[in-house]
């Protein structure tokens, strides 16, 4: 009996070494991904910083959810703060103090927004460019026209430091943190996207969706752990037995027509109940045409 436990002890041993040294290699090779350093082409693009520019642009920052990270000033706050995942920071993106530099610009907005890199040129952690480097040349500068011009917030922010549950997904390609390494930096950006209600302008929104509900919006596994599964948003999900009407109750007050209530956290539905009618009706015509 005592020699059974001896080597029980012996081999449980070596399996926390191994697991130990294994960590060490996935901690040392995600950080090299993290400390790259990147350099695109500069592109040019045309801005206007007229009033229905500007009020495209603060469409844009709500129905993207730019202020469910940054905050509803664009401030920048800490998105979550524990032992596993980690310390994830979305940045001040004012000029105030703990903000951008004061001599941030537009190369560097496109820079964040087209390639997910800072000014230095490595990578953000946790930023979404894969989603917002598909955004149409005219939707982009107004975006970038409006964030420019955002009244100055002074908030000084801890730095971001990533816990073992976010390193190890990021290994496994598990969680999205390095938006720069699944961007297609060589293809250019549209110059006008569909603003005509129907299905292309669902499938150009619906982008802001696939972050979650998966490229083909079919869902799949929690988006970490501790999440609820994040279902399929196609017809043939739950979106397939409801109608317009049904989808439209559901992303503007987060309650479904099956009776669930998806809570913010969740399923950002204060984010969707800001799309306008069109673009909510353009979503359902996009994803109930999805088999
Ligand atoms: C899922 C959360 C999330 C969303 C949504 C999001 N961001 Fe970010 N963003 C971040 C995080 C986190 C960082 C900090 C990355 C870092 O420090 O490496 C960041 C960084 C940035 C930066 C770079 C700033 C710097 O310090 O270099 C810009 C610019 C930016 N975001 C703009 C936007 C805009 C505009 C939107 C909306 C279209 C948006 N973000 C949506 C999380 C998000
Ligand atoms: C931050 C992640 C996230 C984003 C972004 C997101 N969703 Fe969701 N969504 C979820 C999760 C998680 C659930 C399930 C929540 C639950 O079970 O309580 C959900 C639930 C839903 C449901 C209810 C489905 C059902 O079967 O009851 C619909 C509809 C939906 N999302 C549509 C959308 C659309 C459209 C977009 C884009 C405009 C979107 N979601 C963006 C995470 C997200």
Redesign the pocket.
């Known amino acids: 009996m005592k020699k059974f436990f001896k080597w029980t002890s012996i081999i449980l041993g070596a399996v926390a070494l191994l697991l130990l040294v294994g960590y060490a290699v996935v901690a040392m090779r995600v950080k090299a991904r993290i400390g790259k350093n990147y350099s695109f082409a500069k592109e040019e693009i045309r801005f206007s910083r007229d009033s229905s520019t500007l009020a495209r642009g603060r469409h844009l920052v709500a129905i993207k ?1 730019c202020q469910d990270c940054h905050g509803s000033d664009l401030g920048g706050k800490v998105m979550n703060d524990d032992g596993a995942l980690g310390r994830l920071v979305a940045s001040n993106l004012t000029k105030g103090n703990g903000g951008l530099p004061q001599d941030y610009n537009t190369a560097d907005w496109l820079a964040a927004l087209r390639h997910g890199i800072n000014h230095n040129g490595t990578p953000l952690i946790f930023m979404p460019s894969h989603e917002t480097t598909l955004l149409s040349q005219q939707d982009m500068s107004a975006l970038i026209a409006y964030c420019e011009q955002v009244p100055k917030i002074d908030r000084m922010l801890p730095t971001n430091e990533l816990g073992p549950v976010a390193i190890i997904m990021t290994h496994f390609d598990k969680m999205p943190l390095l938006s720069v390494e699944k961007i297609d930096h060589s293809k250019p950006m549209i110059a006008k996207a569909d603003t005509v209600t129907g299905a292309a302008q669902g499938k150009y ?2 982008v ?2 696939t ?3 998966r490229s083909d919006l079919k869902g799949g596994e929690p ?1 970490a752990p501790g ?7 196609t017809s043939s ?3 397939g037995k409801w109608s317009e009407k049904d ?1 439209l109750t ?2 503007t007050t987060g309650k ?1 027509p ?1 009776g ?1 209530t ?2 913010n956290e ?3 539905w204060k984010m ?1 109940a800001q ?1 306008t009618k069109p673009e909510l009706q353009s ?1 359902y015509r996009y ?1 109930s045409s999805i088999r």
């Open positions: 959810g929104l619906a802001s969706c972050g979650c509900h988006l999440f609820p599964p994040v279902p399929d948003i999900g739950h979106v989808f559901t992303l479904t099956e669930h998806l809570k969740d399923m950002p969707t799309y979503l994803l």
